[in-house]
């Protein structure tokens, strides 16, 4: 079928909702009668409550109820453990002990019949504590560095990269720290719950509905049937929602007591507390290599901060084995445990910061040998995964690079630090690689085709931005040869056919893949019926004589206009409806290295009187296979673009050692890019065919688009400065001449 839909840069079909204020986001399903739930978060950053002073508050006028350990009801918190979830340690289980883990844990719930007097009894509670000093820093001497639990790949090594990297000619050995950082989405987390009988009906921010379906179902110990989770849209999340946390476990706790619909939406504050974080990172990169650059050794060292009572890990060094050709490679991966929260998946959650570490070194690696940084790079292209002997599905880096150094004018570039200027400036300009799995997970759906001629989709995922409406539509419109304005896409109720989380650049590979299924499975469906029905022309023909064109059956070979969708069905008298789930075949999976790949350039000004560092413009390649709507894709490039300027310059969240307090949980002091920061933004994608990843032959986007600008901006800071700034985020501090 000729392509109809696929690649074109459609506007969105939800844009008009979204602008119109008609797309209604969890906290805005208000209920009749609901009430307002507030949570009160420790100031403890351990130890255990030693006592509650609620008469006080329970007295206070239009307070319904006030829930703490001692009066919460015992919940089953059975056993249930997605993907999504550490697999290693139990999650919180909320006011069910005295325990403070961690500032900021929730240690009570007041309710009441306006949100104004929720708040202000919130505030009002006294609760006594029996404080110790808690541990908050992974540099801390005394934290004990950790395997991973279960962990396949926490240490990995090909050669002797150790003995190859003390005979070196050239070496560059050092280490990065990379702070914790907050997701610090537009949309809050926020849950209304309501009951009716036993069963539970949950409006609540989610990436993953079917999963905070079954884990809210365990918790409470009822049938998952009896949960039904609801989430249209999202505003935002970069995988703080990925998780079922606490807040929503409170809200149905507080439904329940109270027997009346609740509405719980964090604060700004809180979501610094119980929501997860970008794990603080500590890294060694220790590159050896000839006189030629060509690589020799490669030993990536890496720790992130876990909570004590869960292991987070992620991916840190796994990119180190693959990317660039090199015979002799080590990595070592490590947890130090803390008294904090669980940290959570951030947008490149692992290669993020562990692409940050390689892609300096190896920077400063180029400046070494006196090599240009493409070049190195160049050089070291591996025809293979080297860390699995596998060959890559599609890669295209070396394109990538040649496309993004044309737009961007690397040619124009001087070699020598500090030897670029406009005026009193100092200009700098750097690149970096990218490099990002091509997941894929199993997912179903479902399609409905109608008298009128339109199809209906339903699949159980989110969109938490990137355009999910508007590119599944256009899948079911390309496969069903519909306009896009004849499919009506749905999302965000967990009793949709199921779908994988909202998260880690796979969901167009994934439900994408399963709404092509569902519509050639409707397609087959409608065949059948049609050729058993007497009313239209196909009747008796042979079902593999028979083909789709344009939306309309016919017989093949036949000039006619055929049957549409609205005939067929009309003429059953009911919707044709199907369901279809599509998963990658394990066979091709373990055949070859799937990962997308890309090219960031940067160039920035910095003020050579006072620090400041401004990113100018920045251009990006990528090499993601099939591209379903560029002007989305585009846009998904830019956004990861600016939450890359955000890594590299302003976003930390710093904690007090006495108690583990966030400091800056608020966004006066907690930096985000702003209109004012986010300069030129360029996003291209080479052509790339790859029919190994899915039957869409897509790859993700989301990610990647953020895990190489961190590094493209450090090296274009020391090219403009001449220091080499090895900590994230870089501050004024870093680059004043002492």
Same mark, same amino acid.
């Not at 139990?90 to 844990?105: S, T």
């Given at each position: !079928? =000729?392509?109809?839909?696929?690649?074109?840069?459609?506007?969105?079909?939800?844009?008009?909702?979204?602008?119109?204020?008609?797309?209604?986001?969890?906290?805005?399903?208000?209920?009749?009668?609901?009430?307002?739930?507030?949570?009160?978060?420790?100031?403890?950053?351990?130890?255990?409550?030693?006592?509650?002073?609620?008469?006080?508050?329970?007295? !206070?006028?239009?307070?319904?109820? @006030?829930?703490?350990?001692?009066?919460?009801?015992?919940?089953?918190?059975?056993?249930?453990?997605?993907?999504?979830?550490?697999?290693?340690?139990?999650?919180?289980? @909320?006011?069910?002990?005295?325990? @403070?883990?961690?500032?900021?844990?929730?240690?009570?719930? @007041?309710?009441?019949?306006?949100?104004?007097?929720?708040?202000?009894?919130?505030?009002?509670?006294k609760l006594a504590y029996e404080a110790e000093r808690p541990i908050v820093d992974p540099a801390d001497p005394t934290v004990e560095a950790i395997v991973p639990e279960g962990a396949r790949h926490a240490d990995t090594s090909r050669g002797d990269a150790d003995a190859m990297l003390a005979g070196a000619p050239v070496m560059v050995d050092e280490t990065y720290d990379i702070a914790r950082e907050n997701h610090n989405p537009m949309e809050p987390h926020a849950t209304i719950a309501a009951w009716s009988g036993d069963r539970l009906t949950l409006w609540s921010k989610s990436q993953f509905v079917v999963n905070e379906q079954a884990e809210i179902a365990a918790i409470f110990g009822i049938p998952p049937e009896n949960v039904q989770v609801i989430c249209p849209f999202i505003g935002g999340a970069f995988g703080t929602s990925l998780r079922t946390w606490p807040h929503v476990t409170l809200a149905a706790m507080a439904a329940r007591q109270t027997g009346r619909a609740v509405k719980l939406v964090l604060t700004r504050k809180q979501m610094?507390?119980?929501?997860?974080?970008?794990?603080?990172?500590?890294?060694?990169?220790?590159?050896?290599?000839?006189?030629?650059?060509?690589?020799?050794?490669?030993?990536?060292?890496?720790?992130?901060? =876990?909570?004590?009572?869960?292991?987070?890990?992620?991916?840190?060094?796994?990119?180190?084995?693959?990317?660039?050709?090199?015979?002799?490679?080590?990595?070592?991966?490590?947890?130090?445990?803390l008294d904090i929260g669980t940290p959570n998946h951030m947008r490149g959650p692992g290669e993020a910061s562990g692409i940050f570490a390689l892609e300096c070194a190896l920077d400063e690696l180029s400046y070494s040998l006196g090599l240009d940084p493409i070049e190195l790079r160049r050089r070291n292209e591996p025809e293979i995964d080297e860390s699995d002997n596998k060959p890559f599905s599609s890669r295209s880096l070396m394109t990538c690079y040649d496309v993004a150094a044309g737009h961007f004018g690397w040619s124009r570039r001087t070699p020598e630090p500090r030897s670029m200027r406009d005026g009193r400036l100092l200009i700098g300009m750097g690149v970096a690689s990218a490099t990002y799995p091509a997941y894929h997970a199993p997912s179903s759906a479902s399609v409905r085709l109608l008298p009128d001629g339109t199809a209906e989709v339903a699949v159980a995922a989110s969109d938490m931005g990137p355009g999910t409406y508007t590119s599944m539509t256009q899948v079911a419109a390309e496969t069903l040869g519909l306009p896009v304005e004849q499919v009506r896409f749905s999302l965000g109720r967990s009793d949709y056919p199921p779908a994988p989380s909202h998260g880690g650049s796979w969901t167009m590979a994934s439900v994408g893949s399963a709404i092509r299924a569902a519509c050639i499975a409707v397609q087959e469906k409608a065949v059948r019926q049609a050729v058993a029905d007497q009313r239209l022309t196909v009747f008796g023909g042979a079902v593999d004589a028979i083909e789709w064109t344009g939306g309309r059956l016919r017989r093949r070979g036949d000039p006619s206009p055929g049957q549409s969708y609205g005939d067929i069905v009309s003429s059953l008298g009911k919707p044709i409806e199907a369901e279809a789930s599509s998963q990658r075949d394990p066979d091709v999976a373990e055949r070859y290295s799937m990962h997308s790949f890309g090219a960031v350039f940067v160039e920035v000004a910095v003020d050579p009187d006072v620090g400041t560092i401004r990113v100018r413009r920045a251009v990006g390649a990528y090499g993601i296979g099939r591209v379903v709507n560029p002007r989305l894709a585009a846009s998904q490039c830019t956004g990861g673009m600016i939450g890359g300027i955000g890594m590299a310059l302003m976003e930390r969240t710093v904690l007090d050692p006495r108690d583990g307090r966030p400091v800056n949980a608020h966004m006066a002091d907690y930096l985000v890019p702003v209109n004012l920061d986010i300069p030129k933004l360029e996003a291209h994608f080479v052509e790339e065919v790859d029919p190994h990843v899915n039957p869409l032959g897509v790859k993700g986007l989301g990610e990647i688009a953020l895990v190489g600008m961190a590094p493209a901006v450090a090296n274009a800071v020391f090219h403009a400065t001449g220091k080499r700034v090895r900590t994230l985020p870089i501050r004024i501090e870093d680059v004043l001449t002492v």
């Open positions: !079928m =000729t392509t109809r839909v696929i690649g074109k840069p459609l506007p969105r079909v939800d844009g008009r909702a979204k602008v119109t204020g008609s797309a209604r986001y969890a906290a805005d399903f208000n209920q009749p009668g609901q009430v307002y739930a507030v949570i009160v978060s420790a100031t403890a950053g351990l130890g255990r409550i030693a006592g509650v002073d609620s008469a006080m508050v329970e007295s !206070m006028p239009g307070v319904i109820a @006030v829930i703490t350990h001692r009066n919460a009801p015992r919940l089953p918190y059975g056993e249930h453990k997605s993907y999504i979830d550490p697999a290693v340690g139990e999650r919180l289980h @909320v006011l069910q002990d005295d325990r @403070v883990r961690f500032y900021g844990q929730p240690v009570a719930i @007041v309710v009441a019949d306006t949100l104004d007097r929720a708040e202000r009894a919130a505030s009002s509670l610094f507390f119980t929501t997860g974080h970008r794990p603080r990172t500590l890294q060694r990169i220790a590159i050896g290599a000839n006189a030629d650059g060509r690589l020799t050794s490669l030993i990536h060292e890496g720790a992130g901060e =876990t909570s004590r009572y869960e292991q987070f890990t992620e991916a840190l060094t796994s990119a180190s084995g693959y990317i660039y050709s090199c015979p002799n490679v080590r990595t070592r991966y490590r947890l130090r445990q």
